[in-house]
Structure formats: structure tokens, C-alpha cells
């Protein structure tokens, strides 16, 4: 063991061997895996070690296929056997909404490039599995590339072969103490101290210790997961293949050949937590004690799916634990605040993903970005209010026992909830309203009678004329919404200016002024589609700027800020102190202008100033995201509640109504105005979008160079434009194919029905070479073919008179 390593990676499971593999590979050899026992003691010695390239989120599906097509080269470089077996692989429905939801599933995948699966109907896959019973299945889905692998022998591929490259690899060898340093950190381990630039935390069930270690509160808990291992099963002796891996999502199962007999795995209803301050040190190659009992329902379903097990005997019982995070999906990145320590956790599927972690992280730390959007698995889309040992317990809980749950997208899970709430959340409660969530905060989605229950489904809700009221008293009078759910940071000091001109990249407004604002990374993809407030001089000279952008994203975007300041600024997070409601329709000046005697009906269209709204002292910004003459009124947090009440009061005679954010989705797509995570993500360029129109490019910003050669060169091959769908009971959501003809040709980024106008919208990136008003299209809705037709931008009035009038 040297003193000092460029990166020391913790933990010697399949993430952390693969970390340490893909840093050497992009070049970096001086680093060191610190393995407290030997490779694979933890979770990875257990796992299923099941692969598939499908997921819900189409860029960790991507990440996936990656780390399948990465297994086979992987062995042939080490020289490492990993028992690859790709049997290709079932996924099974047994309710119509299920059918229905694999049908629409499978062409998502077709949008992101995973080609090799298919819809099968049941007698097809009975036959592709002859082990399976096909009593009260609808259909399925195949996929080519699945199967399973040996699951110590691929953490030895990736250490191998990373050490080849030069890396190196110390078992035996725990770490007990993480210290900041100012060159990065100093390593304690049970041999001695080594210093590094960068420490990655990929220990698995001993991450949260390896967190605490730095300062850090992860996120994570263990839990336990079950499954058996039969005797030799007679009819598989007879047949010349493997059965494929077969998942029956309504039976809570997965099974896949092991060697003549089969495993079977459970996600049970009734899960359990293990060790949620993170496993002993001695812990290694134990499991828990089996507990048929608590999973019996579960294990009658899989026996009467698969008959033969009920003619043989169990072999083998796994008890064993996975760290999962509150929505399943990795915590991998930098942690803002601890420069140089990065997550590398939570990785339940670590041999389905562990590939597209390692690839990704190595990239973050070498380039200075992933090249994949791994928004999805970023540590920074929670806050410190997931630190809460029972807000982990209840949604890593509620994910592990809705594993193979059907999950609406218009359905709203309990667990972690209410936590964060607006000053008038008791009085907006009595309204009517129906929340929703934003990262910490309850949001409102509409308002409806009392008594109102939602129906979860894949198609239009029974909220939908509760939404089209919404909508059409917006575009007719005066629409109130909460708009808490809007992130604010304060930017001030005497070289805000120059710091904003640099990381922004459109021209900075004048005094009470406002400007939509692109951010770019340094390799010219979208950072951030944010609106930047000049608030003018205070008391003091120096002006104070706004940041507005997503909620969800504060984390996020001051971890940018953070690692992108400069001296003399100072960026200050107004979220827990600030909150607001908007007014948007015909109606609103006249509404505002009830509350103060100040010109605030003179406020120019993009403009803004603080003014006595009632007894209250705001800042209003003249904008709204509706397409409506629109006013944002931004007030204390304690003020909330009051600021509501005057608004309603002063607009009772204007027929004000209050409305929610599922309202503003629908008017926004009859604007055509994109958002963050749909239409801008940090996969997509300006020109690609339509950000490019925003960019001033006189001056210097960050990624400007990217950019310029995107707008001198060939330009982006797709291009964000708006369609117009003849869809009846479904609208488009998000990753829908669309097809000229047979030829795909690109993908639905949003979509929703425009109640003004009275037809279902969507926006797709498309082809340049169907991007042309009036192109006829198709799109998969819900899993069947409508046809499509791109229209002109903005299709409720494009000239946009209605908000600047």
C-alpha cells in the first residue's frame, strides 16, 4: 500500500471494483480499492445476479444495456470466468392495466434504442418457459438480452482487469477514520494512513458508517430480500435449453434457471428493515435467518406459477440484505460541501447497474461531467430532510414492497409524507386542494368537492374536468397559484454581476427587469433553464439578483453554484424562507391592483419591484408560465397564508379561482414552453431545444465554445417541436415513439391535453428531417398507434399578445 493514491475507493463489491475499473481505463492508474475483508463479503457474494436492459427511467435503462454489453469484455480482459448465461428473459402481466402498461412500456424501450424485445402472448411465452404456468396471464414481454452471471466471479473480472490497467486492489484492510484535508483527504485504515485527492464511498452496507466517517448522512438502509434455490427439477432435465429469466410482476416473483433446478426471488409485501445504521464490521458471509412465514403469501403465488416447485425440495435459503435508497435507484456523485468525496451507494441491482455507476462516476471525476444524464441516480436530488432515519425507514420500505406494484402516474404514495408544507396548506386543505409532492414540499395539483378520491390510472383521470375548469378560468378570468414550489437563490456581493454574466449564458436584465436564462455545462449541454431577477440597488449600492428555477433541483443547482463561484459573491438559498402565489389570467391586473396604491399595473411585461401587496411587502415579477398576463408574488414563508387571503379577497368579485399545478402543465403545452426534466434536461443542447434563441453570443460563458460549434457546425440532428395528436381517452406522457411511417424518428419529451383549445398536445425531439409544420407522424399512446402532425409553436395564441398585453 502506497501513502498517497490520486482516488482511494471504498468497498470491494461489484460497484466498487467497478469504479476502480473504469477510472483506470479513462486513464487514471494511480488508485487503490480498500476492501475491509475480501472481494465480494457483503452484498455481492448473495445476489441473484440477474441482468435486463429494461428500467422505467430510460437514461438508467441506458446505463444497463451499458453494463451488459460491458460483462463480456470485462472476462475476456481479466481472464476471469463469470458465468455468463443470457437465456433472454419474460416479463409477465397478469391485469389488464398491467397488459396495457407493458404494452406502452415496450415503446419506450423502442424510443431508447433497446430494439432486441418483443410483446408475446401467453401460449408464446408458456412456451419460451415451459416451467410456467400461464393461468391468469394477459401477455408479456421478451427481451433477448437477459440472463444471469456468477456473481464473485464478475467482482473479480472488474478487479482484474482493473488491475491490469495498473490500479490496485487491498483486501484485509478496514478504513476507520476519513479526514479533510486541504489537498483532499486523509484515508485511517487498519495498516496505516494514506492520503488521496478523491475518496469514493462505495461500501455497500457499510456506507452509512463510511458516510458518518466524512460528516455525511447517506440516505440508505438495508433490507432483507429472500430466495431459494430448489432441488433438480425433473422436466428441466428433459429440455435442451435454459429457461429464460422470468419475472411475473403480479405474483411479487422472479425465477431463472440454476443448473437443473431454478431461483426463485421474492419481493414480499411485508418487508423488512436490517441494521439501519449500516451492518457490523465482522459481517461478511452470514445471512439472516429464513423466514418462510412472513413471505408465505408471496411463495404460494410462485409455487402455483411454477407447479414443479411443488414437486420438489428447497436446496438452499437466501436471507440476505441489499442497501436500497427511498425511490431504489443509486445515490452516485459528488457531495456538496465535501469536495472530493463521492457516492458510489445504494446500488440494489449493483450487477444490473454496477457498469453504468462505475462509467458514469469515473467520467464525473475525470471530465468533469457524465456523459449519460444520471440526474435519476444523483445524490443531490434529495436534500437534508431525507437524512431522517424515519423518513428512510418509511420510503425505502415502501419502495422495496412496491417492487413489481403497479405504479399510476397519476398516483400519489404516502410514505415520507406530509413532511414540508406552505404557510396556507391548512387553509388550501380545507379548499379542496389535492397535493402532490416536490422533493421536500406538498404542492398543489388541483382543487376538487369534498370527498373527491382520484382513480389511479394509464389513461385520462377522473380529475380531468376538474383540471379543464382549472384551466379555462385561468384563460377566461384569474387563476391563483401557489407557486412555493419554485426554487429562489439570492445572488449578491460586488462581483455577482460578473459571476452571473459567466455561468448564465443569455444577456443579464437591467434594473427591475427579468430574463429566462439557459446555464450551460463546460461541454455545452443545458444546466439549467432558469429566470434571472434584477432587483436593483439596495441600502447598500450592490444590487440583489434572483435565481427562479425547478424546487426540486435546489441541491442540485447550488452544488453547480458551488462549484463554480467566484470570489466576492455570495449565493444564498431563499427556499425555506420565501414562498408565493401567482395570478395569471385577463383578470389578474385588476385583481393586484386592488392591494396597493403603488403603479404596479405599469410594470412592463418581464418586469419587476418590490410593492405593498395588502399589509404585506413583496417582490412581483410580471411573467407567467400559463401564457396569460401574469403577475409572481414572492412573500415571506410566515406570510403566506395571509398573502392567500388577500388575493382571494380582493379577486372574489373577478371570479378568481384557485388552481394547481397539474392546470399549468396543460396551459404550458398550449404555449409550447418547455420544462426542466422533459423538454431540458442535462442530456440536451440549446439548439437542440430551442434554448439557443436566449443566448447572447457577444460575450463569454461557461460552455460557450461547445455551443458555437453546435450552431457553426452540422447542428443538433433533432429538434424540439410541438404535435398535435388524435388521441381519444390517452394522452402522451414522456418517451413515446414517433414514427414516419415505419421508420422511428424520434421521442415524445412531454405531452397532456390542451383543455382551451380542446386537443391532446405533445412535445417530441425529432428528426431535423421531419421537423417541418405540417409533417403527418404517428405516436404510441399508451402502447397503440395515433397518428400526429407537427403544428407551429404555441398553438393558443402564438403572437403571445394575451401576456404582454
Request: proline share 4%.
Amino acid at each position: 500500500m502506497n501513502s498517497h493514491y490520486r482516488v482511494v475507493v471504498i468497498g470491494g463489491g461489484v460497484v466498487g471494483a467497478s469504479v476502480l475499473y473504469h477510472l483506470a481505463k479513462l486513464g487514471w492508474t494511480d488508485v487503490c480499492l480498500i476492501e475491509r475483508s475480501v472481494l465480494t463479503a457483503g452484498s455481492s457474494w448473495h445476489a441473484a445476479g440477474g441482468i435486463h436492459a429494461l428500467n422505467a427511467d430510460p437514461n438508467i435503462a441506458g446505463l444497463q444495456a451499458y453494463t451488459i454489453d460491458l460483462l463480456s469484455e470485462i472476462e475476456a480482459e481479466s481472464g476471469q470466468n463469470i458465468g455468463l448465461h443470457m437465456t433472454g428473459g419474460l416479463t409477465m402481466a397478469g391485469t389488464p392495466d398491467r397488459w396495457e402498461w407493458l404494452q406502452s412500456a415496450y415503446r419506450t424501450f423502442q424510443s431508447i434504442g433497446i430494439e432486441d424485445c418483443r410483446l408475446v402472448t401467453t401460449e408464446e411465452a408458456v412456451a419460451l418457459n415451459p416451467i410456467m404456468s400461464g393461468e391468469g396471464l394477459l401477455g408479456g414481454m421478451w427481451a433477448d438480452r437477459e440472463g444471469y452471471i456468477d456473481t464473485t466471479g464478475t467482482v473479480h473480472a472488474y478487479a482484474g482487469a482493473a488491475k491490469k490497467r495498473g490500479a490496485e486492489v487491498i483486501e484485509h484492510n478496514r478504513v476507520l477514520e476519513l479526514n479533510q484535508t486541504l489537498e483532499g483527504w486523509e484515508v485511517v485504515t487498519e495498516k496505516g494512513t494514506v492520503s488521496c485527492e478523491h475518496v469514493v464511498n462505495a461500501a455497500g452496507l457499510w456506507a452509512k458508517q463510511v458516510g458518518r466517517m466524512a460528516g455525511i448522512e447517506l440516505p440508505v438502509s438495508p433490507l432483507n430480500h429472500h430466495y431459494l434455490i430448489s432441488d433438480t427439477i425433473p422436466q428441466l432435465e428433459e429440455l435442451d435449453f435454459e429457461v429464460p429469466m422470468t419475472v411475473d410482476l403480479e405474483g411479487f416473483t422472479y425465477l431463472r434457471q440454476d443448473q437443473k433446478g431454478v431461483l426463485l426471488g421474492i419481493y414480499e409485501i411485508n418487508h423488512q428493515h436490517w441494521m439501519m445504521d449500516g451492518a457490523p464490521w465482522e459481517y461478511g458471509f452470514e445471512l439472516q435467518q429464513e423466514d418462510p412465514d412472513r413471505i408465505e403469501h408471496e411463495l404460494t403465488l410462485g409455487f402455483n406459477r411454477y407447479p414443479c416447485l411443488q414437486e420438489v425440495g428447497v436446496k438452499t435459503w437466501v436471507n440476505g440484505a441489499f442497501t436500497f435508497s427511498p425511490d431504489g435507484n443509486p445515490l452516485v456523485g459528488p457531495v456538496r460541501g465535501k469536495r472530493g468525496y463521492w457516492s458510489a451507494c445504494a446500488v440494489m441491482a449493483g450487477f444490473l447497474q454496477g457498469g453504468g455507476v462505475g462509467k458514469s462516476l469515473a467520467e464525473w471525476m475525470i471530465h468533469g461531467t457524465p456523459e449519460a444524464d444520471v440526474y435519476g441516480m444523483d445524490i443531490a436530488r434529495y436534500g437534508v430532510w431525507a437524512e431522517n432515519k424515519q423518513y428512510i425507514k418509511e420510503t425505502t420500505g415502501q419502495f422495496y414492497t412496491r417492487r413489481f406494484v403497479m405504479t399510476y402516474p397519476n398516483e400519489q404514495l404516502p410514505a415520507g409524507r406530509v413532511l414540508k408544507t406552505p404557510g396556507a396548506y391548512a387553509d388550501m386543505t380545507a379548499a379542496g386542494c389535492q397535493w402532490g409532492q416536490s422533493w421536500d414540499l406538498e404542492v398543489p395539483l388541483y382543487f376538487a368537492e369534498a370527498g373527491f378520491e382520484e382513480t389511479p390510472s394509464l389513461k385520462r383521470p377522473n380529475a380531468f374536468p376538474i383540471v379543464a375548469g382549472e384551466c379555462h378560468a385561468v384563460r377566461n378570468g384569474v387563476g391563483l397559484l401557489d407557486i412555493s414550489g419554485f426554487s429562489r437563490f439570492e445572488v449578491t456581493g460586488p462581483g455577482a454581476r460578473k459571476w452571473l454574466d459567466r455561468i448564465m449564458a443569455s444577456k443579464l436584465p437591467g434594473p427591475g427587469r427579468a430574463r429566462l436564462a439557459p446555464m450551460l455545462a463546460e461541454d455545452g449541454r443545458l444546466k439549467g433553464d432558469l429566470t434571472v431577477f434584477n432587483w436593483g440597488p439596495g441600502m447598500d449600492g450592490q444590487t440583489t439578483w434572483w435565481i427562479m428555477g425547478s424546487y426540486y433541483l435546489r441541491a442540485w443547482h447550488m452544488r453547480w453554484f458551488d462549484d463554480h463561484m467566484d470570489e466576492c459573491v455570495h449565493v444564498r438559498d431563499l427556499g425555506e424562507d420565501t414562498a408565493g402565489f401567482s395570478l395569471s389570467g385577463p383578470k389578474s391586473r385588476a385583481v393586484i391592483e386592488k392591494l396597493t396604491d403603488a403603479a404596479v399595473g405599469d410594470l412592463a411585461f418581464m418586469g419587476c419591484d418590490s410593492f405593498d401587496i395588502g399589509l404585506l411587502r413583496c417582490k412581483v415579477g410580471r411573467l407567467s408560465v400559463t401564457g396569460e398576463l401574469g403577475y409572481e408574488i414572492h412573500c415571506r414563508t410566515g406570510d403566506h397564508a395571509t398573502l392567500r387571503r388577500i388575493l382571494l379577497e380582493a379577486g372574489a368579485d373577478q371570479g378568481i379561482r384557485e388552481v394547481g399545478f397539474n392546470a399549468l402543465l396543460s396551459l404550458r403545452l398550449e404555449k409550447s414552453f418547455g420544462i426542466w426534466n422533459a423538454e431540458f434536461t442535462q442530456g440536451y443542447t440549446p439548439g437542440m431545444t430551442g434554448m439557443d434563441r436566449w443566448i447572447d453570443w457577444d460575450k463569454n460563458f461557461t460552455g460557450k465554445a461547445a455551443a458555437l460549434a453546435e450552431r457553426n457546425g452540422n447542428g443538433p440532428a433533432r429538434r424540439l417541436v410541438t404535435l398535435e395528436i388524435a388521441a381519444d381517452d390517452a394522452d402522451a406522457s414522456g418517451y413515446e415513439p414517433v414514427w414516419a411511417g415505419k421508420d422511428k424518428v424520434g421521442f415524445v419529451t412531454s405531452g397532456g391535453f390542451g383543455h382551451t383549445i380542446g386537443k391532446s398536445l405533445a412535445m417530441a425531439l425529432v428528426d431535423v428531417a421531419h421537423c417541418a409544420e405540417g409533417t403527418d407522424l404517428s405516436v404510441h399512446v399508451v402502447g397503440v398507434e395515433k397518428n400526429a402532425k407537427v403544428i407551429a409553436p404555441s398553438p393558443y395564441d402564438p403572437a403571445g399578445r394575451a401576456m404582454r398585453t
